[in-house]
């Protein structure tokens, strides 16, 4: 990993068939393309996809903002107790403490890029969330221990 001289980031160039891809809920997938270890932590940016139907839970985080930017599909949004109908090219910008609900109300899959600020345990969370999809045992107590995100 080649380093930036005046900033001490990484140059990066990600390939989508190359990042490690999670299942974050119902119909609800993402990979990280720009990790913490890229950034110092200070941020991670991810590519999602959300299948017709599909959603992110409602949540909020504790410690980070998430900003989405829609690249693909239409989604309905909820951002704290406002409703949205968004697509292609329409951006969302949850401040930590503001809770978030998106549904792919399309038609074909919704594709979404979120970057997350700051990054420090974002892929651990995106580790456990997969994990306990696939075991289909959710400790919802231990996320938002761990890593501060609360569902509602």
């Known amino acids: ?30 990979n990280i393309i720009v990790n913490t270890k890229q950034t110092n932590n200070e941020y991670v940016i991810t590519d999602g996809i959300i299948e017709v139907n599909g959603f992110v839970p409602d949540h909020y985080h504790k410690w980070e903002d998430q900003t989405f930017h829609i690249i693909e599909g239409e989604v309905d949004a909820k951002v704290g107790d406002k409703w949205y109908k968004l ?46 999809n696939h075991e289909g045992k959710h400790d919802k107590k231990l996320i938002e221990e761990k890593f501060g995100i609360v569902y509602i």
């Open 87 to 132: 697509g292609v090219g329409d951006t969302i910008h949850c401040p930590r403490g503001t809770s978030h609900f998106i549904k792919n109300t399309g038609s074909s899959n919704a594709r979404l890029l979120s970057y997350i600020f700051p990054g420090n345990w974002a892929e651990e969370f995106f580790a456990e969330t997969s994990r306990q």
């Open 1 to 30: 990993m080649k380093k930036n001289q005046e900033t001490n980031k990484a140059i990066i160039v990600s390939k989508k068939d190359e990042s490690p891809k999670y299942w974050m809920s119902k119909g609800e997938y993402t």
